[in-house]
């Protein structure tokens, strides 16, 4: 019989190289393929694990040997206190971004009513769903250049009951969006990872690279928004979007050139501006 202390014995070395904890993603792991929680076995070390089980796991250490995320690997990440549906066609959502939700949430009351919110670049909806279940009343639509993309969304939108309050549709930007769509807030988490950038291979390898890079400084999404940002927002409309280390200025001036005010930018918890608000 193999127990889960065992199980660490025999492959924290090899995981070691390329985790920064071990015992956390192998009981992450275990919890995913038993349906328990990574605690217990931290609690219960002398659990047995059947060889199915074993099989499979030193399947997924495979995997994290490779650089491949948990997320990834289960299929699945926690944004926001609830569980999204990640795939290779999908940025993974990222606590950086919950930033952006505070933010919104902030702002709420403000927003004209009936409170419409356009997520832009959705991928698996994270943004505009969690924000539907925080608001009870709003309704909302992703966009994403990828339908493989939209499908994670929508699924996403079942498994969280929201179905019936979003649209998902296939649009490069604003570009399949009608002119006179418009919208109370409008959500962005576009890409903005300059192309002459080197990613970790965690990231390179396993997220869609049209989720990650925008060109020689990270900054051509925004322009693309900016051109057309102003037709699909109502009055007292606001946009609330993210961008990436030291691009605050730069982002700021594109969208106030747009015609749009700043009104205030927020840090993520680890203290680095990652998104502002305008109107």
């Not at 694990?49 to 299929?75: A, T, Y």
């Not at 969304?153 to 998902?168: G, M, P």
Request: charged residues 25%.
């Amino acid at each position: 019989m193999t127990s889960y202390s065992d199980i660490i014995k025999k492959h924290q070395e090899r995981l070691a190289k390329f985790s920064t904890n071990a015992h956390r993603d192998m009981r992450v792991l275990l919890g995913h393929l038993t349906e328990k929680t990574p605690e217990f076995y931290f609690m219960h070390p002398d659990t047995v694990i059947s060889k199915d089980v074993e099989s499979q796991l030193e399947k997924c250490i495979d995997r994290l040997c490779q650089n491949e995320p948990l997320s990834k690997i289960m299929g699945k990440r926690e944004f926001y206190g609830r569980i999204f549906t990640v795939t290779k066609d999908t940025l993974d959502p990222r606590q950086d971004t919950e930033t952006l939700i505070d933010a919104a949430l902030k702002y709420k009351k403000t927003l004209p009513k009936p409170l419409s919110i356009l997520d832009l670049g959705t991928g698996t909806g994270c943004m505009v769903l969690t924000l539907l279940a925080e608001i009870s009343l709003a309704t909302g639509m992703g966009v994403d250049i990828s339908k493989k993309a939209l499908d994670v969304a929508y699924n996403n939108a079942k498994a969280l009951h929201l179905e019936d309050r979003v649209t998902f549709k296939h649009s490069n930007w604003f570009e399949t969006i009608m002119d006179d769509e418009m919208f109370a807030l409008i959500v962005s988490n576009p890409p903005y990872i300059a192309n002459h950038e080197i990613l970790d291979p965690n990231v390179y390898n396993f997220d869609p690279h049209s989720a990650l890079f925008a060109g020689s400084e990270g900054l051509d999404a925004y322009e693309v928004i900016a051109k057309d940002i102003k037709k699909h927002l109502l009055p007292q409309g606001k946009l609330l979007i993210e961008f990436g280390h030291g691009q605050e200025k730069a982002v700021i001036h594109i969208f106030e050139s747009s015609g749009l005010k700043h009104i205030e930018s927020f840090h993520d918890l680890s203290g680095i501006i990652r998104c502002a608000i305008f109107a």
